[in-house]
């Protein structure tokens, strides 16, 4: 574990982040978006935005 987001940011606490609900990716707090009290990371959030499933 490098404990590192993809955009860069060393993470402070890796094992206490909410990973991605759809990809696990555990991001930083500026990558880690809430949607409907579910965490995603933020490329997963955007690609949700564009392309709702019905
Ligand atoms: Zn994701
Ligand atoms: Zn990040």
Excluded: D, F, K, N
Excluded at 30 to 53: D, F, K, M
């Amino acid at each position: 574990m490098q404990g590192t987001c993809e955009c860069g940011m060393t993470l402070e606490r890796p094992s206490s982040r909410t990973g991605c609900a759809l990809c696990g990716t555990i991001g930083c707090r500026s990558c880690s978006i809430e949607v409907e009290a579910t965490h995603y990371c933020r490329w997963c959030a955007t690609s949700l935005a564009h392309g709702q499933p019905a």
